[in-house]
């Protein structure tokens, strides 16, 4: 998503993507480091970017807002997934 313009709806749907390719990675019982470094880099830059959007001067109606606010509690709720400790192996 980095570096891409998109436009909010196109932006909104990529996120919910990102996150729904990524969600069923999380919810796995086991996760080697690697990937989960991998997953939570993904999830950094989604949220990132979501404040990014979040920050600009445009005016934003109220689903938008909401939409934006989902997608940063989804990517926050599947960090903590990622690192719960008994989670991850070498």
């Known amino acids: 998503m980095a570096g891409r313009g998109f436009c909010l709806e196109h932006f909104l749907k990529a996120c919910?993507?990102?996150?729904?390719?990524i969600e069923p990675?999380?919810?796995?019982?086991?996760?080697?480091a690697q990937e989960a470094?991998?997953?939570?880099?993904?999830l950094q830059e989604c949220a990132n970017q979501t404040l990014l959007v979040c920050l600009r001067h445009e005016p934003l109606n109220n689903l938008e807002r909401s939409r934006l606010?989902?997608?940063?509690l989804q990517c926050s709720d599947l960090q903590?997934?990622?690192?719960r400790p008994t989670q991850h192996t070498v």
């Open 69 to 72: 606010l989902e997608i940063l």
């Open 25 to 32: 990675f999380v919810r796995r019982l086991h996760i080697d």
């Open 80 to 83: 903590v997934r990622l690192h």
């Open 16 to 21: 919910y993507e990102r996150l729904d390719s």
């Open 37 to 42: 470094l991998r997953l939570c880099t993904l």
